[in-house]
């Protein structure tokens, strides 16, 4: 399996303690910095739309399989500690600029520099049915 980060994501929080445990949790706001060979991707992304941000959180603890006391199993939460590190933050986007590559986003919870693996369109419970 490979994988490689489009890019990264500024955010005001300098350490997880920082962040919201949830993005929609706070309207803080953030800056997904895509790489210049995916600037192109970007293509039809607009003020507006919602997206989910596909990050790795680099610091997680990856042998935590219990957690809240050992209540629960893991995978039964949204935690960033977990065996691969993969989270998802459903953001709400506030401009894009192709030129550059830059994507204004509110509702972000990751660490400032936190490497960004996808962009996915986020769908709206209507279009899921």
Known sequence: ?????????????????????QGFLDDATGTVHVAEPYHAGLAGLDAGHTID??????????????VRDGDRGVFTTR???RPNPVCVTTCDVLDVNRATGTVDVSGVDMVDGTSVLDLKYALESD???
């Open 1 to 21: 399996m490979e994988c490689a980060p489009i890019g990264r994501v500024e955010t005001p929080f300098a350490e997880a303690a920082d962040a919201p445990r």
């Open 127 to 129: 279009e899921r049915a």
């Open 53 to 66: 941000v596909v990050w790795w959180a680099d610091d997680a603890d990856r042998s935590v399989l219990r």
């Open 79 to 81: 935690s960033q500690a």
